[in-house]
């Protein structure tokens, strides 16, 4: 059973930045498309970044040029850089394969991120 542990969380001020990590206890994790999600209160969970086995990116719209995912295979490890944050950033965030793929894990416990003044 693959388990996913996100840390990196916490209340920032408009503007901030946080720097999310998500370690995943998976074989090969190097192949697998990985994505960082969130959710807010009473809003449906959505997909913010993705990276692909061979590192390339795409994002949500709302976040393009202000989050940066990467990953480091060796550690199996999936990041995101949130540059510039804004309230609405404010959620839940969790990582997960990239469930474009078919694939999704059993969700982890997530990262809380508070945009606020």
């Known amino acids: 059973q693959v388990q996913l542990v996100e840390s990196g969380g916490g209340l920032v001020q408009p503007g901030g930045s946080l720097r999310l990590s998500c370690v995943a206890s998976?074989?090969?994790?190097?192949?697998?498309?990985m994505g960082w999600y969130r959710q807010a209160p009473g809003k449906q969970r959505e997909l913010v970044a993705a990276?692909?086995?061979?590192?390339?990116?795409n994002y949500e719209d709302s976040v393009k040029g202000r989050f940066t995912i990467s990953r480091d295979n060796a550690k199996n490890t999936v990041y995101l850089q949130m540059n510039s944050l804004k309230p609405d950033d404010t959620a839940a965030y969790y990582c997960n394969a990239d469930t474009r793929t078919g694939r999704t894990w059993r969700w982890g416990q997530g990262t809380q991120v508070t945009v606020s003044s």
């Open positions: 990276i692909t086995s061979g590192g390339s990116t």
């Open positions: 998976v074989t090969l994790f190097r192949i697998f498309a």
